[in-house]
């Protein structure tokens, strides 16, 4: 059974950065993509950014790219979001999450194909 444990979050000026890292347990070579998802009070979860394990292939979100980076560490299975100069509007509870099915890149951001998930981590972003 996979285990998802977010931390990281807090409070940050605009601007300013923080990193998220995700303790996953229960990882095996059968779990592919893993994914940072972000959903703010009364708007649609949004994917952030993913990375295929296999390959360390990413793909992000044109509202995060340039300044978010999904990196992973396997033989401490850590994930994590750098996430640099912060916007208010990157406010939101980040999540994440592991799928196991292999799909394309670009379905990555999709969070219907995942299957586990984290309680999250909060981000404030004041301006």
């Known amino acids: 059974q996979v285990q998802l444990v977010e931390s990281g979050g807090g409070s940050v000026q605009a601007g300013g950065s923080l990193r998220l890292s995700c303790a996953a347990s229960g990882l095996t070579y059968s779990t592919k993509f893993m994914g940072w998802f972000r959903q703010a009070p009364g708007k649609e979860r949004e994917g952030v950014a993913a990375?295929?394990?296999?390959?360390?292939?990413?793909y992000y979100a044109d509202s995060v790219k340039g300044r978010f980076t999904i990196s992973q560490d396997n033989a401490k299975k850590m994930v994590y979001l750098q996430m640099n100069s912060l916007k208010p509007e990157d406010t939101a509870m980040y999540y994440c999450?592991?799928?196991?099915?292999?799909?394309?890149?670009?379905?990555?951001?999709?969070?219907?194909?995942?299957?586990?998930w984290g309680q999250g981590t909060q981000v404030t972003v004041s301006s």
């Open positions: 999450a592991a799928a196991y099915r292999p799909f394309g890149l670009p379905d990555s951001l999709i969070g219907n194909n995942y299957n586990y």
């Open positions: 990375i295929y394990r296999p390959t360390d292939s990413t």
